[in-house]
């Protein structure tokens, strides 16, 4: 009998091609593989890919759970609290370990950021907020000020207020990583506490250490950076505030100056 195998990371299903039991087997593959693994925008395998191997993790914001979940079925962790202040991402986020079988794995909790969550977890995401409440939520739970912990951080926007609030209170940028989603770049941040105050440029504030990264993405991110900063000074033009325009075109300069020719 004429047949297709198909194969995956873990498995092997046959389909029939010339007999009605094709549509069988067909519809029996998607109700297998929809309950066999979750899949990460980029923004989000970004953060993954900065969560420490074996780490007890804690997803604050978690939404629909996908980070904790995808981390446990690839054997990035094997234990993980998903955190959300809202009664119904925190459902939306329970209903995915208990789809993927991960009750044991993965806790839920209701939680204003990092209130009740666990403090000895190691590694901590808190994305897909803006980044003045990252800086809240970090500034509300002092044990975080450990250097063992890995905090992955996200924001949506004002990125500038997030890096000068952990330059200013003992938190050391290790790494910053852009991920694009469609037009649109993200930035993901990996940081930990230090101890040591800094005070950070107008261009560090902005572009952080893509202004050090030579990756494609971290110059689009350093471009779009720039870009943004000449928008600013046009619309300052118009209003005739020609002395701020000027600041903001020697910082849209100062930025390019990084870019690669």
């Keep these: 009998m004429p047949g297709c195998l198909v194969r995956t990371k873990k498995y092997a299903i046959i389909y029939f091609i010339n007999t ?3 549509k069988v087997w067909y519809r029996f593959a998607v109700l297998f593989f929809t ?13 993954a890919e900065l969560v420490r191997g074996g780490a007890y993790f804690a997803d604050v914001g978690t939404d629909h759970g996908y980070l904790p979940v995808w981390l446990v079925q690839n054997g990035r962790i094997s234990r993980a609290i998903a955190a959300d202040i809202n009664e119904k ?6 209903k995915t370990i208990e789809k993927h079988h991960l009750e044991q794995q993965i806790v839920t909790i209701c939680s204003d950021g990092l209130e009740n969550v666990d403090p000895s977890v190691e590694d901590i995401a808190v994305a897909g907020m803006g980044g003045e ?3 809240q939520i970090i500034g ?10 890995n905090l992955l951080l996200q924001p949506m926007t004002q990125a500038a207020h997030l890096r000068r609030y ?13 991920a694009q989603e469609g037009r649109r770049l993200y930035i993901v941040l990996q940081a930990c506490w230090d101890g040591k105050k800094r005070v950070l440029s107008d261009a560090e504030a902005l572009a952080g250490r893509c ?10 991110y350093l471009k779009s950076a720039a870009d943004k900063q000449r928008k600013i000074a046009a619309g300052l033009k ?7 325009a000027k600041r903001r075109e020697a910082l849209a300069e100062e930025l390019e100056r990084f870019l690669l020719k």
């Excluded at 309950?35 to 953060?47: H, P």
């Excluded at 118009?238 to 701020?244: I, K, M, P, S």
């Design 20 to 22: 009605r039991k094709r």
């Design 166 to 178: 952990l330059a200013e209170n003992g938190f050391a940028v290790l790494r910053e990583q852009p």
């Design 140 to 149: 509300r739970a002092e044990w975080i000020k450990n250097p063992q912990k």
């Design 35 to 47: 309950d066999m693994a979750v899949t990460l925008t980029k923004r989000l395998a970004t953060v």
């Design 238 to 244: 118009t209003a005739e505030n020609f002395t701020e």
């Design 133 to 135: 409440l990252i800086a």
């Design 211 to 220: 202004l050090e990264q030579t990756d494609e993405l971290s110059q689009r």
């Design 89 to 94: 991402p925190l459902a939306s986020a329970q």
